[in-house]
C-alpha cells in the first residue's frame, strides 16, 4: 500500500457507516488500516469488517447533541484519538414540496444540514488539540450543484453542507482541513427504491458519461483521497464524484448535427 494511504494507528468516525454508501466507507478505511468508528440509531445485522478488523458500532442519533458528544468521547477513549469523520448519515424520501409539512421539511434540513454541522463542531474540538489535527468530510450530492425535484428541502441542506464546510475550512484552518463529495447517483441495496429493477437501474446509468452509476467503494476511495497527506492542500472544496455529470437533456432531442 501506498504510505500516503496508509491510516494504520488512525481514528475515523463514519455516520451511517453500516450501510449503503456509509458502508463503502468503512471498508475503505478499514482496509487502509483505519480503527474505525460507526454510529446509527439501530447496530447493523453484521458489522464491516477486514482480515478479522471489526468496527466499532456506537449508537448515536446524529440529531441528538448528547449523543454525538457520546460517540466522539466513546472514539477517543477507546483509541486516544480523533483523525478523521466523515459526515454521511442523510437522506430523503421523496415528497412535493407544495405539500410537505413544515415538521418533515424540517427533519430533513436538521438530518442533513444541522447533525453534521454539530457533529463537526464536536469532532474539532479534539482534532484541534492534536499535533496533526484532523480532516472531515461531508456526504453532500450533485443535488447540492442542480435542482432536486421531489427533495427540494434535501437538496437545500446538501448546498448549505457544501457552504457550511467552505466556510468551517477557514474558521477552523490550519489544524483542520474541510471538504465535501459531491455525490452522484449510486447503486447500493437499496437502488432499487429509487431507480426501479435491473434495467431500470441500467437505463438511469446509461445516462452518465461513464455508463454506470457510481459504487460504494468509489465514494469511499475518494474519502481515502482527501483524508490523505496526498490532499494535505485541498480544503473548502466540492469534491465531485459523479461519473461525469448528467448528460445535458437538449442532445437527447436536437437534430441540427443528426
Not at 454539530?118 to 442542480?146: H, L, P, T, W, Y
Not at 480544503?235 to 445535458?248: D, I, L, Q, W
Request: aromatic share 6%.
Amino acid at each position: 500500500m501506498d504510505k500516503a494511504l496508509d491510516f494504520n494507528g488512525m481514528t475515523v468516525i463514519v455516520t451511517g457507516g453500516g450501510k449503503g454508501v456509509g458502508r463503502g466507507i468503512t471498508e475503505c478505511f478499514l482496509k487502509a488500516g483505519a480503527n474505525v468508528v460507526i454510529c446509527g440509531r439501530t447496530e447493523p445485522e453484521s458489522l464491516p469488517e477486514y482480515n478479522g478488523r471489526t468496527a466499532l458500532f456506537v449508537s448515536c442519533d446524529v440529531r441528538d447533541y448528547e449523543q454525538i458528544e457520546n460517540c466522539v468521547d466513546r472514539a477517543v477513549q477507546r483509541f486516544g484519538r480523533l483523525d478523521v469523520l466523515v459526515n454521511n448519515a442523510g437522506g430523503a424520501p421523496y415528497a412535493e414540496a407544495a405539500t410537505a409539512s413544515p415538521r418533515f421539511s424540517e427533519s430533513i434540513i436538521r438530518l442533513n444540514l444541522i447533525a453534521p454541522l454539530n457533529f463537526s463542531q464536536v469532532a474539532n474540538r479534539v482534532m484541534q488539540q492534536q499535533e496533526a489535527g484532523g480532516c472531515i468530510i461531508n456526504i453532500a450530492s450533485v443535488s447540492s450543484i442542480r435542482p432536486s425535484p421531489g427533495t427540494a428541502a434535501y437538496g437545500a441542506a446538501k448546498a448549505g453542507l457544501v457552504n457550511l464546510g467552505a466556510s468551517l475550512a477557514i474558521e477552523w484552518a490550519p489544524k483542520v482541513r474541510i471538504n465535501a463529495l459531491a455525490v452522484g447517483l449510486t447503486k447500493t441495496e437499496q437502488a432499487h427504491l429509487h431507480y426501479g429493477d435491473e434495467d431500470g437501474i441500467a437505463a438511469v446509468g446509461a445516462t452518465i458519461p461513464l455508463e454506470r452509476m457510481a459504487v460504494p467503494e468509489d465514494v469511499g476511495n475518494a474519502c481515502l483521497f482527501l483524508a490523505s497527506p496526498l490532499a494535505s492542500y485541498v480544503s473548502g472544496t466540492n469534491f465531485a464524484v459523479h461519473g461525469g455529470g448528467e448528460k445535458p437533456a437538449f442532445l437527447g432531442v436536437a437534430n441540427a448535427n443528426s
